[in-house]
């Protein structure tokens, strides 16, 4: 028996509310990973009512994670260590049956260079840090969600158009590559090594229906959760859909 947990950047729980709802209804995961809330109001009693309970860090207007579980998580942390000064709200930890699952919204950094780019190297170095101490305490978890990374040529449809953006710039990746140096594995790259594969489409020049996009939305396990893989796939669908997202879900299942 599998579960199968999803993670799903929908640029605005208030405008893509009816877009979660039935996307669950057809596909009944037992976590759901949510990032840009883009508001402090979340809508528990409609996820509640399909099932879900709700755990999630919001703030006015931008960013804001959620998880949805059809078992009530444990709240570990509501923000990511290492500066007390960050309200940005990006992060979540919570305990779900045996896992640890972390959800993040990792910054994106652009204008780069600039002030938001050395805040998204300085939000990786405290990622790193934080998933480092669980290694070094030897919990098991899987970290999902939004990272605003472009890992390799492959994961995106015209590599030299990003050379200089800050989801694909060098020090972007190599930060990406310490987080896999950890011991942490791309999930969808041990099911899928072709490239083609994305999870994001621009809502300009023909994006979506070009297959013009990057694949920015991943999932990372540490070793014994790897060793449970069953399956890691992106489901393209939501994006064609009415008023979508621009990302859409990735699945993934463990044992």
Known sequence: MSIPIASWN?????ARKDH??????????????????????????????AGYESLYAAQKAY?????????????????????????????????????????????????APGPKYDYKLGWMERLYNRLAELRRDEIPFLIGGDFNVIPEDRDCHNPKAWQED???????????????????????????????????????????????????DHFLTSPAITDRLKNCRIDAAPRGEEKASDHTPIILEVS
């Open 166 to 216: 800050a989801l694909f710039k060098i020090e972007t990746r190599q930060a990406f590559r310490a987080l896999e140096h950890l011991g942490l594995t791309d999930a969808f790259r041990v099911f899928h090594n072709e490239a083609g594969h994305y999870t994001f489409w621009d809502y300009q020049a023909g994006a979506w229906p070009k297959n013009h996009g990057i694949r920015i």
């Open 63 to 111: 960013n804001g994670v959620a998880i949805l579980s059809k078992e009530k998580a444990e709240l570990v942390l509501g923000k990511l260590p290492g500066d007390d000064t960050d309200e940005q709200a990006r992060y979540l930890e919570v305990n779900y049956k045996d896992l640890r699952l972390i959800n993040i919204y990792l910054p994106n950094g652009n204008p």
């Open 10 to 14: 929908v640029n605005s729980i208030k």
């Open 20 to 49: 979660v709802l039935r996307w669950l209804k057809a596909n009944p995961v037992d976590a759901l990973m949510i990032q840009e809330l883009k508001g402090e109001a979340f809508p528990e009693e409609d996820f509640r009512q």
